[in-house]
């Protein structure tokens, strides 16, 4: 935290380093289905460090520039300033969601694409104390919605869209396909790359609603095909 002397964060990194357990907890239960328990936790760790999982860091931002981060990270720049980011300066706009998505962005090491959730952390008196925020890897978000759909020819693919229309996740691999080229062709950009769901009329007929179903029509084989949707309201519907 720049200017913030160290002898003044030893107190309250201890306390966050005892959070260390909730942070491998979360990690280690982030992917679908998974189970922990106290006998084969040592082994998930284990897994968790040599093939990783779907959550891939968790950080937490102070309004006085201490940072932390799950599994740790030693910055060379001295100037990182966490309430600079786009993660946490989100939280300080008036009437937004409780937990906020970003868009994919390249990450730091710029060898893949990950998504950021965030949430407000307020002391007892309602005033912004720190953001926590986890970044997701795309790649084993996608692996996933995938999962299972080999077996059951009945779903043929699952996709997770913005309140805006923009496409986060998607199993189609057109769909995947394009969203990708477009971050990656604007991967230096400093403002939210976004691939607009290609389907407008289908998106307009979903955001009238909560939850339901569009039928889309009959396919040349006659099975009928529907579109089956719900608004997840942690994704920022």
Known sequence: APGQPAEECMERARKVAMLQHHFQMMMLTSPFGAQ???????????????????????????????????????????SYDPRNRSWYRCHLKPDVPDAIWSTPYLNANRNGFVMTLSVRVDDPD?????????????????SELSNGLQ???SILER???????????????????MVYANFQAHQDSTEDIVFDY????LLDQIKLFKNGYVDLGTEETGRKVYCVFSKCQSLNW
């Open 198 to 201: 290609p389907d407008k009329k």
């Open 159 to 177: 996709t997770f869209i913005s309140d805006s229309g923009a496409v986060l996740l998607s199993t189609n691999p057109l769909i995947h396909s």
């Open 126 to 142: 309602d005033r912004l104390r720190a953001v926590l925020a986890a970044d997701f890897d795309i790649k084993k978000l996608i």
């Open 151 to 153: 077996d059951d020819d």
């Open 36 to 78: 922990v328990t106290k006998k084969n936790f040592a082994h998930q760790l284990e897994q968790m460090q040599m093939s990783g999982v779907p959550m891939s860091l968790i950080y937490l931002g102070f309004n006085d520039g201490l940072h932390f981060c799950y599994p740790g990270k030693a910055y060379k720049d001295d």
